[in-house]
């Protein structure tokens, strides 16, 4: 397969949006809906994911100077989780590698949900890329090669996308009050520990989205609002630490730092917004779009969808969630600190994406207390679990960054160590009865009675 092949695999399964629109388009096909519908279904679907990642873009940017001004306040070094970073180091090794598995693996995601239990289509293309890529880096260094790297990492990444929508969907479940949607985003092992300490703490505990504001205060009931006055104070806060002159020489180009603080919040409350608005519009298209693929291709399948997709059900606990997950990101830092491990600094767009879902998890099951303590455990685990996946990473794991949220994390030490127990030809056996006993759980469920069915429900 030549280069620009790949690469057109790469860029076209990478893109929620362009996943979203194929998708819309072919269940809207597979429904023989008129032309126009078609038409209009498909292009809005495409143009909801567009206003979501124009969204996340404008938070990314916002919250990158907040991070810079954080490090240069506190002098504090260390490895700095971020996806990005590390995925476009490894794709300069193992690029051909992490193509072919992202390829074949989503359609062993689409084979999984068809003939096993597990019914999501995980349709966040670039987590599937990262997840691809940290396949790809864990078994090459393991000694796998060739075809066997390309299947076994194939069916280990369609497994991923089906196990990890499938433990969380009982909380997306009392999130958004109905079945119809999964939760495509590879950090469920924080959002299901924050819904769990939710249940144990939560008893009585009033929703974020109920908090009471005094009369004079009731403008801090617009989300926007809230969000644009508390990250400006906080914006301003680090900002006065950090000081002007590192400010303004380093991250605002000459202007006043506070202005250029303050600009910068409001920017991070635009981009929420935004988002917001997105997520409605795709909500609309992509359900009604996706039974045409439950019904026809992958009976009783559901969207497993990016984190985003959540926000708009508890907006407040979104905020929430972000300042809880840092805190819990800079006590996790100290104590790895005082304990002699590598430092994991808090990166701010991972703890403000899996904060705010940990929030929205926490909150759905156990209301404030639940949103407060769920992603303070989440910032707590997605700065300790890079620290026991470096090892397996070769030569990556030496590097200044890593992997953030805590699928990859879990996946790549489960994998890493895995295949250094049993080696290359245990873990392709181990990967195949996984599949096979998958495969025959779902044919046992399909030769039960109806009633037991339900019954099980």
Do not use: W
């Amino acid at each position: 397969m030549g280069e620009r092949a790949l690469k057109l695999i790469v860029d076209v399964l990478s893109q929620p949006a362009v996943l979203i629109a194929i998708i819309s388009l072919i269940g809207l096909i597979l429904q023989k809906k008129p032309a126009n519908e078609v038409v209009k279904g498909t292009t809005k679907s495409f143009l909801g994911f567009i206003v979501i990642s124009a969204g996340a873009g404008i938070l990314v940017n916002s919250l990158e100077p907040f991070g810079k001004m954080f490090q240069a306040a506190f002098h504090v070094n260390g490895v700095v989780p971020n996806n990005e970073a590390i995925v476009a180091m490894a794709l300069n090794e193992y690029g051909t590698a992490t193509a072919l598995i992202m390829f074949f693996g989503m359609f062993a995601n689409i084979l999984i949900a068809r003939f096993t239990r597990l019914k999501y289509i995980f349709l966040t293309g670039h987590h599937t890329l990262y997840m691809a890529c940290l396949i790809a880096v864990i078994l090459a260094v393991a000694g796998l090669k060739g075809p066997l790297l390309i299947g076994v990492g194939a069916v280990s990444l369609g497994l991923a996308m089906g196990i990890f929508p499938a433990i969380v969907q009982p909380f997306m479940r009392k999130i958004t009050g109905n079945d119809k949607v999964a939760f495509g985003h590879f950090s469920t092992i924080g959002y299901c520990l924050s819904g769990l300490i939710g249940k144990a703490v939560g008893k009585g505990s009033r929703s974020t989205e109920d908090i009471r504001f005094p009369k004079g205060l009731g403008f801090l009931r617009d989300s926007s609002v809230s969000i644009a006055l508390t990250m400006t104070v906080l914006y301003v806060f680090i900002a006065l630490f950090a000081g002007a002159g590192y400010v303004e020489g380093e991250l605002s180009g000459g202007t006043h730092y506070l202005v250029f603080s303050v600009i910068q919040a409001v920017t991070f409350a635009a981009g929420v917004f935004i988002i917001l608005s997105g997520v409605r519009l795709v909500l609309a298209e992509i359900v009604p779009a996706f039974k045409g693929i439950s019904d026809k291709l992958v009976p009783d399948s559901k969207p497993a969808l990016d984190c985003p997709i959540i926000f708009p059900y508890a907006p407040n606990a979104v905020l929430l969630g972000f300042f809880c997950s840092f805190a819990g990101g800079i006590t996790g830092m100290f104590i790895l600190g005082a304990a002699g491990a590598v430092i994991i600094l808090p990166g701010v767009v991972p703890h403000f994406f899996t904060g705010a879902s940990a929030g929205v998890f926490g909150n759905a099951a156990g209301g404030i207390r639940g949103a407060v303590l769920g992603s303070f455990v989440n910032g707590l685990i997605i700065t300790f679990f890079p620290v026991f996946l470096l090892p397996v990473m070769g030569d990556l794991g030496v590097a200044n960054t890593t992997f953030s949220d805590t699928d990859f994390a879990a996946t790549g030490i489960v994998l890493g160590n895995a295949v250094k127990l049993l080696g290359p030809a245990g873990i392709t056996i181990g990967i195949a009865a996984v599949a096979a006993a998958s495969v025959l759980l779902g044919f046992r469920q399909k030769k039960q009675p109806e009633s037991d069915q339900k019954a099980e429900a």
